[in-house]
């Protein structure tokens, strides 16, 4: 199994951004993970900051970007997307997909604590953001 993530990059405050996390070697059971989004800054822990349920009916979000960032999926891709808005210099970080199975879609993704219980992560993709 593989999560690629994609879309990082160097953009100015207030800018948009959309990254990307494409699923390989799970084939339909992918409709059984919750994917989350998450975050780590230059000496900070990994941080969760969103999550979206197989089915898409349930989203999850960090206070931090609450209103500013929105994640969804495309199970026919096996691809789930951080649209990422109104950005500023403390959204620098690498970013990171991951996926937890959970199809009884249960798992309380906002309350989450490192160490973070996922099945599986990708490599990460950076984003910063200049002011």
């Known amino acids: 199994v593989q999560l690629q993530a994609s879309g990082g990059g160097l953009v100015q405050a207030g800018a948009s951004l959309r990254l990307a996390c494409v699923v390989s070697g799970l084939g339909r059971t992918f409709n059984n993970y919750g994917m989350g989004w998450f975050r780590q800054a230059p000496g900070k822990e990994r941080e969760f900051i969103a999550a979206?349920?197989?089915?898409?009916?349930?989203?999850f979000y960090a206070d931090s970007v609450q209103g500013r960032f929105s994640v969804s999926r495309d199970n026919a891709k096996n691809t789930v997307t951080l649209e990422m808005n109104s950005v500023n210099r403390d959204d620098t970080a690498v970013y990171f997909c991951a996926a937890k199975m959970d199809f009884a879609a249960t798992y309380r993704w906002d309350r989450a604590q490192p160490p973070y219980d996922m099945d599986y992560w990708g490599k990460g993709t950076q984003v910063t953001v200049s002011s």
């Open positions: 979206i349920d197989w089915s898409s009916t349930a989203r």
